[in-house]
C-alpha cells in the first residue's frame, strides 16, 4: 500500500490549492479516503472523508465550505480543493486510508504535503 500526496506550497491568504494523493497498492475504490493536517506544535486535525463512491462527504466545521474532498477511482487517487486558504491553515496535510472495519481508524497514511499561507 502506497499513498502519495502532492501539491502542497506556499500560497497567499485568501488564495486556492489543490492537493491531491496517488493510491496503490489496493482496491482504492473499496475503501472510505480522509485528509487529515497537523500545524506545527499540535496534534493531528482531521479534516474531511469521503465514502468509496464519493457520494457522502465528511467535513471539520473550520473547512467546511472552503474545502472540498473529492475522488477519482478510475485515476485511484483522492483531491482536497481548498479555497481562501488562511494562515492557520499552514499543516502538514496527509491523506489516509480507513480500515474497513467501520471504527474510524486509519492503517495507511502517505508522507505529507506541507501547505503554507502567508503573506
Known amino acids: 500500500v502506497q499513498l502519495v500526496e502532492s501539491g502542497g506550497g506556499m500560497v497567499q491568504p485568501g488564495g486556492?490549492?489543490?492537493?491531491s494523493c496517488a493510491a496503490s497498492g489496493f482496491t482504492f475504490?473499496?475503501?472510505?479516503?480522509?485528509?487529515?493536517?497537523?500545524a506545527p506544535g499540535k496534534g493531528p486535525e482531521w479534516l474531511s472523508t469521503i465514502n468509496t463512491g464519493g457520494g457522502s462527504t465528511y467535513y471539520v466545521d473550520s473547512v467546511k465550505g472552503r474545502f472540498t474532498?473529492?475522488?477519482d477511482n478510475a485515476k485511484n487517487t483522492l483531491y482536497l480543493q481548498?479555497?481562501?486558504?488562511?494562515?492557520?491553515?499552514t499543516a502538514l496535510y496527509y491523506c489516509a486510508r480507513l480500515t474497513d472495519d467501520g471504527l474510524g481508524t486509519y492503517d495507511y497514511w502517505g508522507q505529507g504535503t506541507q501547505v503554507t499561507v502567508s503573506s
Not at 481548498?82 to 491553515?89: G, Q, R, T, Y
Request: proline letters at 4%.
Open 16 to 19: 486556492s490549492l489543490r492537493l
Open 29 to 38: 475504490s473499496s475503501y472510505a479516503m480522509s485528509w487529515v493536517r497537523q
Open 82 to 89: 481548498m479555497n481562501s486558504l488562511k494562515p492557520d491553515d
Open 69 to 71: 474532498i473529492s475522488r
